[in-house]
């Protein structure tokens, strides 16, 4: 995704005040919206987030952004290994730097729902092996205990701007 940077902005609003425009005038707002749309796409954004992450104690909250990164890593790694062709154009790396950390969940931009649906089921399918009482995160389970998550996608605009992510995409997977 191509980041919007500061200087974009900075040439819009500077070439305005040489021009004396009224900053209310619907002639900036073209321009504006004429040199940010190539910036704009749309993309569906996967929420998701442990239920009632607020009502834990400390020690169970400080542990659970650690263990989501590890499922997260195992879910991508599935995803690679099982679907290669539904995610061949696109990287790990993508999906890192896709990924909106909250602590108690995140989202991660896709570029189709088809996308966001599929790795949303690989990543119930580890996340129920975690519940599972599995080998390799029983240290975890043993301190946290049994999780539920909730999901929410959304198909709408994303931008992208200083190493963040924006839009209605992203605003209205949160207010969900």
């Given at each position: 995704?191509?980041?919007?940077?500061?200087?974009v902005?900075e040439?819009?609003?500077?070439?305005n005040?040489?021009?004396?425009?009224?900053?209310q005038?619907?002639?900036?707002k073209?321009?504006?919206?004429?040199k940010?749309?190539?910036?704009?796409?749309?993309?569906?954004?996967?929420?998701?987030?442990?239920y009632?992450?607020?009502q834990?104690?400390?020690?169970?909250?400080?542990i659970?952004?650690?263990?989501?990164?590890?499922l997260?890593?195992?879910?991508?790694?599935?995803?690679?290994?099982?679907e290669p062709?539904?995610?061949?154009?696109?990287?790990?790396?993508?999906?890192?730097n896709?990924?909106?950390?909250?602590?108690?969940?995140?989202?991660?931009?896709?570029?189709?729902?088809?996308?966001?649906?599929?790795?949303?089921?690989y990543?119930?399918?580890?996340?129920?092996?975690?519940?599972?009482?599995n080998?390799?995160?029983?240290?975890?389970?043993?301190?946290?205990?049994?999780?539920?998550?909730?999901?929410?996608?959304t198909?709408?605009?994303?931008?992208?701007?200083?190493?963040?992510?924006?839009?209605?995409?992203?605003?209205?997977?949160?207010?969900?």
């Amino acid at each position: 995704m191509k980041q919007i940077e500061d200087s974009v902005f900075e040439n819009i609003f500077k070439l305005n005040r040489e021009q004396k425009r009224n900053t209310q005038n619907d002639t900036l707002k073209i321009v504006l919206l004429d040199k940010l749309k190539p910036f704009f796409e749309k993309k569906s954004v996967l929420g998701f987030d442990i239920y009632q992450y607020s009502q834990f104690d400390t020690l169970k909250q400080s542990i659970i952004p650690y263990l989501l990164r590890k499922l997260l890593k195992d879910t991508i790694a599935d995803c690679f290994k099982y679907e290669p062709f539904l995610f061949q154009n696109i990287t790990i790396t993508d999906i890192e730097n896709n990924f909106i950390d909250t602590g108690d969940g995140g989202f991660i931009i896709f570029d189709t729902p088809f996308h966001s649906i599929v790795f949303a089921m690989y990543f119930e399918s580890v996340f129920r092996k975690y519940n599972s009482f599995n080998p390799s995160t029983s240290d975890i389970f043993d301190i946290v205990g049994e999780l539920r998550l909730r999901y929410c996608l959304t198909y709408d605009t994303v931008f992208a701007s200083n190493n963040n992510h924006y839009g209605p995409a992203i605003i209205n997977n949160a207010r969900i």
